[in-house]
């Protein structure tokens, strides 16, 4: 993040004591400033232009910046631009002080350029043009939006394509997007492969967020991709940890974490896998767990037996809060796909509760309604990522470490590898031979001929 030199910080603060900005709001005022600075180093745009607040605006709005905050940040900024050419101010300061009508025109001219206390911007005729297009790009990813949610992709692929599509936005300057083509694609993605240097797998994504952008958003196809490169993927041999280290690892988890994180490893689940869980989901009886995986898939896992006693105990606390919810008027658990709507009472009912449920009740903000969501995903991270330090680990451990030790385990016990296709939920056996790099390799090399078998 840049620094805003000490000499740029005393004169603003000095306009923000004769705006009179109270004193409590000045580390924010000095905070958007230098946001907008370091925003303009990034992009490349100019920090003395007035065309590059409304995009400063956007990419606040992009952020999660709610309304409050992004005209906060747009206020100090025009007070920025009223220090931003200090000569055309002087000039009318340093006039002899018998031209009064002259020293009050370039007052006014200063006030009709820079206007302060105005909320409205002074836009040129560039900046309608902009906001023409600006209105063009929100309604886009609007419908970028409403696409994905259509064919039920995951909300984290929603967050992923919109925040490539805005950077590509950002990036064309606001480009009118009915005048885009497949060489706007090649550029973009091209500065973020040689300037930025990203990852491949970032690549990939990113040309894929806009593959969709324009086939189902701008109607149109990449055709012809020669000027673009794919990057390919490095060769990756996941970490996978002894037993001796997973266990080391499970001393020092605290309740609910420790039984989440074995669950993990028991079934080879994801960490979104393990944390969605419904009461539903567990058959006790039958001694199977039934999980919904990515692509909306499902399928079935043996409850390990080891932890069968912990799990049942879990769930009666589960059902325990969920009365006392209920008692002090709750209104359910989170749903999905319209559920609650169809089966009113659904929310509530125990089958429907999260296995881990989060520990504080949350309050929806446009129905003012008490739901409770399952575990964060940081929490868990976070006590991993302490427990996993206090083992002593001398690998890179994460949640997912602990899927691919549950596959490389299953091949080490001489488990067949298509069945670990089917525990793991993938759609290609290519995906799961990659932990046959992870185990030692148990194959004789000796040419031999079958005939010279012993039976």
């Known amino acids: 993040m840049i620094q805003i030199d000490p000499q740029t910080t005393k004169k603003y603060k000095m306009i923000l004591i004769n ?35 409304p995009l400063f605006v956007e990419k606040l709005k992009s952020k999660g910046q709610n309304l409050n905050q992004q005209n906060q940040a747009g206020h100090s900024i025009k007070l920025f631009y009223s220090s931003s050419n200090p000569e055309k101010e002087n000039r009318s300061i340093n006039q002899p002080s018998g031209d009064n009508n002259y020293v009050q025109s370039k007052v006014m001219e200063t006030q009709r350029q820079y206007p302060i206390k105005s909320s409205i911007p002074d836009f040129t005729k560039a900046q309608k043009d902009m906001n023409t297009c600006e209105q063009k790009w929100h309604n886009k990813l609007t419908a ?60 990939n994504q990113g040309f894929n967020a806009l593959l969709f952008f324009y086939r189902h958003i701008l109607g149109k196809e990449f055709g012809k991709i020669d000027g673009i490169v794919r990057a390919k993927k490095r060769p990756y ?34 960490l979104f896998e393990c944390l969605n ?8 009886d039958a001694g199977v767990l039934t999980i ?24 009666r606390k589960v059902y325990n809060l969920n009365q006392i919810d209920i008692a002090d008027g709750y209104d359910g658990a989170f749903m999905f796909d319209r559920i609650d709507k169809k089966y009113k009472n659904a929310a509530k009912e125990f089958i429907w509760q999260w296995f881990f449920p989060s520990k504080a009740i949350t309050l929806t903000e446009d129905s003012n309604e008490k739901r409770r969501y399952h575990l964060h995903e940081t929490h868990l991270q976070r006590a991993l990522k302490k427990a996993v330090g206090k083992a002593r680990l001398t690998k890179r451990a994460t949640s997912h470490t602990f899927r691919h030790s549950y596959a490389s385990h299953l091949l080490e016990a ?20 990659i932990y046959t790099h992870t185990i030692k390799s148990k194959t004789i090399k000796e040419a031999k001929s079958p005939l010279d078998f012993k039976l």
């Open 414 to 433: 001489n488990y067949d590898i298509r069945t670990i296709q089917e525990l793991l939920g993938h759609s290609d056996i290519r995906t799961t031979m």
């Open 237 to 270: 041999i996941p970490v996978v940890l002894s037993q001796n280290e997973i266990y080391r690892v499970f001393e020092h988890l605290k309740y609910p974490f420790d039984l989440a994180i074995k669950l993990m490893y028991g079934c080879g689940l994801r």
């Open 144 to 203: 970028l939006s409403g696409e994905i949610q259509m064919r039920h992709y995951s909300p984290k692929t929603l967050k992923s394509y919109r925040a490539w599509v805005v950077k590509f936005q950002l990036y064309l300057k606001y480009k009118n997007p009915d005048l885009l083509d497949i060489e706007d694609v090649k550029k973009f993605l091209t500065y973020q492969a040689v300037k930025l240097n990203i990852a491949a797998s970032s690549q």
């Open 292 to 315: 919904l995986g990515k692509g909306k898939k499902y399928r079935t896992v043996p409850i390990p037996k080891s932890i069968r006693p912990d799990l049942e105990d879990h769930m």
């Open 19 to 53: 705006n009179h900005i109270p004193e409590s709001d000045a580390p924010l005022y000095l905070k958007w400033l230098r946001y907008y600075l370091d925003f303009c180093q990034k992009y490349r745009y100019d920090k003395n232009n007035r065309a590059s607040l």
């Open 277 to 284: 869980l419904r009461v539903k989901d567990f058959n006790f």
